[in-house]
């Protein structure tokens, strides 16, 4: 079906692929891993015309669809071709419903109409609206169409980009950029469903994703990319995670692993009706309590509130209830009151929360420590205008590129132009600058390669150990949880399901997460 | 901070003209000396208004095309010390003295105004400087001023549209320290007074205030999250952009040598706004230094075009060159921003 001979792709002076062959058969699932920078999303882009190939000078070597060579100079190109594309940062309009983007260029129209061409042809709204709903359907996932993108949570913006693609009929080679990424394990068990199904009606699909467990158990075939350059292609039952894993770094990774439980003590944090209204992830009620030392785990499917768990403790959307740091009782609940009692708080989204992408790795991490302990500043007798002290701030920052490994040009480069693993181990210096009693972490390891994941996790238990941190884990992956928590809270449709102990087995977890053993009055 | 100065097309465009100007003023036999020495006082004298721009745009409500509110609040400064018969130094700096309190109270309220129309800043901002100048008509009119050089010489109140600072405080800055090289006049005391200003203002910027304000201008949640007080921090730079307009219209006016009351503020953002975008702004964080270039290069070309344009062609010309490059650089500074944003989320 497909077949990619030689390809080459140079960006101004660095070689992102150079030499690779790949080849997909029709109705065959095939694997492409690799750690951040090996050129996975490069290939995927030449594989849809992207525009970001073309505008830097195209790519090199030969493409054949059937057997047939092609260019694949635009997007458009690659759609007529019968390519299409699941972005990893979506391709989708905020502002327009579920349905329009599902259906867009492809609505159904008003028979009458249709005589005014395709532009101006009436749409027939329900007829669009009924279709989307069935491919959702097939998806596995029930969602309003109506409901505007804008409005919805990050797992469901990627079922509606899934949608759009799988929705077309002339549908020949799916290209899917991290499509789980955002999803919990249920999710993706129906993901895979259909993308089975889609495969057997004749469709090739290459997968692109850091969860080797996911391509193992998906994959037909997978080829693993290492600094541009095909580092190894296995098919068959023969291959395994491990396999995979040496592959793609070159050499072994040790899997981080909590020792033994933690020296738990007086009570850190308590939440008693704790509500939060957060869109999309509203949690109703919880009563919790962290104790000092503890690792504790935030398990749950997404749009059930998880989330707003951090948020909320934080202050940045409206909450109720009553939240307790070492027994007093904050109030009001703000970010500053937080941090100045030891809590601080690493959000999911790095970009649009977590770091100041347009800054240096430098500011980023002094930025907290400054603003709310005044550390890193000169002394003057008027403290509001004391100016940054950047020698302080310089040694510190290169203190934390040093201990936590973070791959720069050095501590004033943008963060922006770092890979997803450094900057999370820069929001963790961040975190470290403040040196908090209490530390919450959204997905540390989202959009992380797995080398960089197994570090970030030490990171996180070299800090319980040594500092004796309090740490609170909110994660989609349940392995990660399962290796680093005391306990795991299960957090369904906005309340506390379950808290399970870190050795309860995968059964358990999903009975809690799909909200099981609820008695129904 | 030299990635930030890279040239752009308003910047070329205006570069070239200053250099077709520079040789059509040569071949006009026009005196360069006078024209440079025109050049650097025309710099200082609406530099200062332009700079105050930077602490709202690093906040990251825009332009503040609310910039008569601050001009209003100057004027008021110095109708004052004109009304407590203050001249020289002392008139020009008890002016800004008294402006400062002025200024904060009026910035504290057209913050809190900004905070609540968050994300539409800049139209906002466009009318409550429309509105607030008819409200200070209406004030100029009736406030009991009793300096006569002030009031409508029949019936002896209201102040009046256009009142000259000759005897007070006109130009006094302009001729502190002024020495002359050849046929060239150095404002030396005047660029001495704004290199203090723009020293200040870029220090700012290293204070912990100053580093919350730029990082609100890029990231809000992030600066919430890391204990900023978000709205606080906003009304900050209102005030300050507010306070330095303030001593902007205080230094425009002393060297101006006229009291320009009224309607006059009304259009007065948009050469400022103009200026901040030929330095290389782009709507979000600025460097001082890009103001103060953007400053030079346009008011350099404003003092050239007019005798080229009187010497060469019909005066109106130069008029007319000056509005199509100050409405044209806000214009193309808008297009390009919008492009970024869609490039960006597309």
């Known amino acids: 079906m497909l077949t990619v001979r030689g390809l080459k792709k140079r960006f101004g002076n660095t070689d992102a692929l150079r030499s690779v062959d790949l080849h997909v058969e029709e109705g065959e699932i095939h694997g492409l891993v690799g750690l951040n920078g090996s050129g996975k999303t490069t290939l995927l882009n030449v594989l849809f015309g992207s525009a970001v190939i073309s505008a830097t000078g195209g790519y090199g070597g030969e493409v054949l669809l059937n057997e047939r060579p092609v260019y694949l100079s635009s997007p458009a190109r690659a759609i007529g071709c019968g390519i299409g594309m699941v972005h990893q940062e979506f391709a989708l309009i905020p502002s327009m419903t579920v349905t329009e983007n599902v259906t867009i260029r492809r609505e159904r129209v008003f028979a009458p109409t249709a005589i005014l061409g395709r532009d101006l042809a009436l749409m027939n709204a329900p007829a669009n609206r009924r279709r989307a709903s069935s491919v959702l359907e097939r998806l596995g996932v029930r969602l309003d169409p109506s409901l505007r993108v804008m409005d919805l949570t990050v797992n469901m913006r990627q079922f509606v980009e899934i949608a759009r693609e799988i929705d077309r009929d002339d549908l020949r080679v799916l290209l899917l950029d991290e499509p789980t990424s955002a999803l919990n394990y249920g999710e993706v068990q129906a993901l895979f469903a259909s993308l089975r199904s889609l495969a057997s009606r004749g469709v090739s699909l290459i997968f692109v994703s850091h969860r080797l467990e996911e391509i193992t158990t998906l994959c037909h075939a997978v080829t693993v990319l290492r600094d541009g350059e095909v580092a190894g292609c296995f098919t068959g039952p023969a291959y395994d995670v491990d396999a995979l894993a040496e592959c793609m770094i070159g050499h072994h990774v040790t899997r981080a692993q909590r020792q033994g439980a933690s020296r738990k003590g007086s009570e850190a944090l308590r939440l008693e009706g704790f509500s939060v209204d957060m869109p999309g992830e509203r949690i109703n009620g919880i009563d919790l309590t962290v104790s000092r030392g503890e690792i504790l785990g935030l398990a ?198 379950d808290v399970l102990d870190a050795e309860a087995t995968e059964t358990e977890f999903a009975l809690a997460f799909s909200g099981e053993r609820r008695v129904h009055g | ?262 309607s006059a503020p009304l259009m007065m953002a948009f050469p400022a706004a103009s200026a901040i975008f030929l330095g290389g702004s782009l709507g979000h964080r600025t460097a001082v230094i890009q103001a103060v270039i953007g400053t030079f290069l346009f008011q350099t070309t404003y003092v050239i075009s007019g005798p080229i344009a009187n010497a060469l062609l019909v005066p109106e010309v130069a008029e007319i060159f000056r509005m199509i490059l100050t409405n044209g650089v806000i214009l193309y500074a808008m297009l390009y921003e919008g492009g970024r944003r869609r490039r960006v989320q597309g």
């Open chain 2, 1 to 262: 901070m030299r990635s930030r100065l890279h040239l752009q097309i308003p910047q070329v465009f205006i570069l070239v003209m200053l250099v077709v100007l520079l040789a059509g003023a040569f071949h006009a036999g026009i005196p360069l000396g006078g024209i440079m020495g025109d050049a650097l006082v025309r710099l200082v004298m609406n530099g200062v208004l332009v700079m105050s721009m930077i602490p709202m745009l690093n906040a990251g409500l825009g332009v503040n095309f609310g910039l008569p509110v601050g001009i209003c609040a100057g004027l008021l400064g110095m109708c004052l010390a004109v009304n407590f018969r203050l001249t020289g130094l002392a008139g020009l700096f008890g002016a800004m003295l008294i402006s400062i309190p002025i200024g904060a109270v009026l910035g504290y309220l057209y913050g809190r105004l900004l905070n609540r129309v968050k994300g539409r800043e800049e139209i906002a901002g466009t009318f409550v400087g429309f509105s607030f100048i008819s409200i200070m008509n209406f004030f100029w009119a009736v406030a009991p001023f009793t300096n006569p050089t002030m009031l409508w010489p029949i019936g002896g109140q209201g102040l009046r549209p256009v009142i000259g600072l000759q005897g007070y405080f006109a130009k006094v800055l302009n001729h502190s320290w002024s020495f002359r090289l050849g046929d060239l006049t150095v404002p030396f005391g005047m660029l001495v007074f704004f290199a203090c200003l723009a020293v200040l203002l870029h220090l700012f910027f290293h204070t912990r205030a100053g580093t919350a304000m730029v990082a609100t201008g890029e990231n809000e949640v992030f600066a919430g999250l890391s204990g900023v007080d978000v709205k606080a921090i906003r009304t900050l730079a209102v005030i300050l952009s507010t306070v330095l307009a303030a001593w902007g219209i205080c230094v425009y006016a002393q060297s101006y040598g006229f009291l320009e009351l009224y």
């Open chain 1, 300 to 497: 749950g499917p997404s749009g059930h509130g998880r989330p707003a768990f951090g948020y909320g403790i934080m202050g940045m959307y409206p909450t109720s209830g009553r939240v307790f740091v070492d027994r007093d009782h904050i109030a009001p609940l703000n970010a500053l009151a937080m941090i100045s009692r030891g809590l601080f708080f690493i959000p999911e989204d790095r970009r649009a929360a977590g770091l100041l992408t347009d800054h240096s790795i430098m500011e980023n991490i002094v930025f907290a420590a400054m603003q709310c302990k005044g550390a890193f500043l000169n002394t003057f007798p008027f403290r509001p205008l004391a100016l940054e002290d950047r020698r302080h701030a310089h040694r510190f920052a290169e203190e934390c590129v040093e201990r936590f490994g973070i791959r720069c040009t050095g501590v004033h480069q943008k963060v922006s132009e770092l890979s997803g693993g450094n900057q999370q181990k820069v929001c963790i210096a961040r975190a470290l600058a403040m040196n908090p009693g209490i530390l919450m972490v959204s997905e540390p390891t989202r959009g992380v390669d797995i080398a960089a994941k197994e570090t970030i996790l030490h990171i996180f238990l070299d800090l319980h150990r040594g500092a004796g941190t309090t740490l609170v884990i909110s994660s989609s992956e349940l392995d990660e949880l399962m290796r680093m928590c005391d306990r795991i809270a299960v957090i369904h449709e906005g309340r506390i399901f």
